[in-house]
């Protein structure tokens, strides 16, 4: 009987020893495998240009915004991050910036050891986008809190570069909050992709209209608001023709009928608006 139980435990204990020390070896293997993981992942996959910073690259683009650009202020240049010790960079990138002959210091330095760094770049790769039609449902705004007489009266501006932000930052604020979201980070108004300004010469120009000259005249008398087209075709401009407009359509005629201006019907004398052989005003 006693040599029974002892049999038994010899048994267990071989058991014991079997297990722990198949225990031991998976947990060494795992951790040198999590540390292997961990080393390749904090490697800079190789042939990176690191001249200049991508916010198009994979694992930026899936970052919000505000983890990089924290707003204190209103001034309309936006501060770069990393002053900080470098942070919040070092959040990923801690390996790389403990080495200072790490290519990543190029991306924004000219030279590391005097710390001279790279002018603001131009940014090339931000898209505009700007709903009109919930702007104009606000309280206190209309076309003229953003667009202001350019090209001695003929034009009106249009907002960009970074001067642009000094009218949107009025009430995107630092932390403002608007149904619940916020509205201050960047992705607000901007998005990833190429963006094509609005041009400021448009063809009515051209065919001497001035809005200095229609200062009496309400932006929607001629302009409409329509909401969910894209950026460049959310208002609508008329034809910049008096006689040959397509039909229902808006145009220059559409005031300028005969009667409104003219006060009469007689259109014959061309030389009453046109001169020269170019038949502009």
Not at 12 to 36: H, N, P
Not at 201 to 222: D, I, L, M
Request: positive net charge.
């Amino acid at each position: 009987m006693q040599r029974m139980r002892k049999l038994q435990l010899a048994l267990i204990g071989a058991v014991i020893v079997v297990t722990l020390g198949y225990v031991l070896r998976s947990g060494i293997t795992t951790a040198a495998t999590t540390t292997e993981a961990e080393q390749q992942q904090s490697q800079p996959p190789e042939g990176l240009d690191y001249s200049k910073f991508l916010h198009s690259s994979r694992n930026h683009a899936r970052l919000p915004c505000l983890l990089c650009h924290r707003r204190e202020s209103n001034s309309p240049r936006p501060q770069l991050p990393g002053k900080s010790g470098h942070v919040p960079c070092t959040g990923c990138h801690a390996q790389q910036f403990s080495n200072s002959d790490s290519p990543i210091c190029t991306i924004c330095h000219t030279d590391v050891k005097s710390g001279a760094v790279k002018p603001f770049p131009r940014l090339k790769s931000f898209s505009m986008k700007f709903d009109h039609a919930r702007h104009v449902k606000m309280q206190d705004v209309n076309c003229a809190t953003c667009h202001r007489s350019a090209r001695g009266g003929v034009a009106l501006s249009i907002p960009d570069g970074f001067n642009a932000h000094v009218t949107c930052y009025r009430c995107h604020t630092p932390r403002a909050q608007s149904q619940g979201r916020d509205i201050s980070s960047c992705s607000t108004c901007h998005q990833l992709g190429s963006y094509r300004r609005t041009p400021e010469f448009a063809q009515a120009f051209r065919v001497g209209f001035n809005h200095a000259k229609h200062q009496k005249v309400t932006c929607n008398e001629c302009h409409q608001v329509r909401a969910g087209m894209p950026l460049q075709r959310q208002v609508t401009s008329p034809q910049p023709l008096n006689h040959h407009a397509r039909p229902r359509s808006q145009s220059c005629m559409s005031c300028h009928d005969g009667k409104r201006a003219f006060g009469g019907d007689d259109f014959s004398v061309c030389k009453r608006c046109h001169t020269g052989t170019t038949w502009r005003f």
